[in-house]
């Protein structure tokens, strides 16, 4: 249109309406001024997503051999688990039906020796984790001395001020 006027340099900020149509100075890639907060604030609610990535299969590890026993015992009460996949070997086996009865003393003394004298890997280990799961955590053996040190404290204390 050639014969229109043209348009006067306008402040930036402000929209020079010449036409029915209204022009802004803005970029065409930003939203308008009005859109831009409700735009940003509905940005800032919805995280970005990320793109999905495919897990990857483990490789399958060789299946633990099956228990030599059930995890039943006979009189019907369930057998710890970890003892279902200790090796077969007949002095193991004492110590683990020790374990299962409830007889520590038996275990704590055997277990170090059967460590010590076998030949194979797997008992030696079985052996060790045997006499590791009978010894106490060693935060109660904290927690004990400190209740008993707190005990003292407070016994002392009370002997003291109400007439000792």
């Known amino acids: 249109m050639p014969d229109e006027a043209p348009e006067k340099p306008v402040p930036s900020g ?12 803005t970029p065409a890639t930003e939203p308008p001024a009005g859109e831009t907060a409700a735009g940003e ?27 030599k026993e059930p995890a039943l015992t006979p009189d019907g009460r369930e057998r ?19 374990f299962e009865a409830g007889n520590y003393a038996f275990v ?7 460590a010590e004298r076998t030949s194979s ?27 008993i040190a707190l005990f003292a404290v407070i016994a002392f204390w009370a002997y003291k001020t109400h007439g000792g």
């Not at 604030?41 to 228990?67: D, L, Q």
């Not at 704590?108 to 059967?114: D, G, N, Q, T, V």
């Open 108 to 114: 704590r003394e055997h277990a170090p020796k059967l």
């Open 80 to 98: 710890p688990l970890f003892l279902l996949g200790f090796p077969d070997d007949p002095e193991l086996d004492r110590l683990v039906h020790a």
């Open 14 to 25: 402000e929209a020079a309406h010449t036409s029915d149509t209204a022009v802004s100075d």
């Open 121 to 147: 890997a797997q008992v030696r280990d079985a052996a060790r984790e045997l006499g590791w799961r009978i010894e106490p955590d060693p935060l109660i053996k904290v927690l004990l001395a400190l209740s």
């Open 41 to 67: 604030a509905a940005a800032s609610a919805a995280p970005k997503r990320r793109k999905k990535r495919k897990r990857r299969v483990p490789e399958s590890e060789p299946a633990p051999a099956a228990p």
